[in-house]
């Protein structure tokens, strides 16, 4: 079955509860972003696929955390809310 951006699925990450609240916090900001830098429907729409793109776009590769999906994901959030967040730079 060939899949596109627009089938996702149901995905689960073990996070813990301060890992949780950083994805929260990203996710939140992306969805409410007002730049054009995340393509603002798609990341309302999409906040945590647009927070990975972001993460691809902007963090040299040999930066990235690889690892498991929820390291990846936490590293992926953190520098995003670095960014973005007000009162972060």
Same mark, same amino acid.
């Given at each position: 079955?060939?899949?596109?951006?627009?089938?996702?699925?149901?995905?689960?990450? /073990?996070?813990? %509860?301060?890992?949780? $609240? &950083? &994805?929260?916090? #990203?996710? %939140? !900001? #992306? #969805? +409410? +972003?007002?730049?054009? $830098?995340? $393509?603002?429907?798609?990341?309302?729409?999409?906040?945590? !696929? %647009? !927070?990975?793109?972001?993460?691809?776009? =902007? &963090?040299? $590769? /040999?930066?990235?955390?690889?690892?498991?999906?929820? +390291?990846?994901? &936490?590293? #992926?959030?953190?520098?995003?809310?670095? %960014? =973005?967040?007000?009162?972060?730079?």
């Amino acid at each position: 079955m060939d899949m596109d951006d627009d089938f996702i699925g149901e995905i689960e990450f /073990n996070l813990s %509860a301060e890992q949780g $609240e &950083v &994805v929260s916090r #990203a996710i %939140a !900001i #992306a #969805a +409410s +972003s007002p730049g054009d $830098e995340l $393509e603002d429907e798609f990341a309302r729409i999409n906040p945590l !696929i %647009a !927070i990975m793109r972001w993460w691809q776009s =902007h &963090v040299p $590769e /040999n930066e990235r955390l690889s690892g498991s999906p929820e +390291s990846t994901l &936490v590293d #992926a959030c953190r520098r995003f809310l670095l %960014a =973005h967040e007000p009162g972060q730079t």
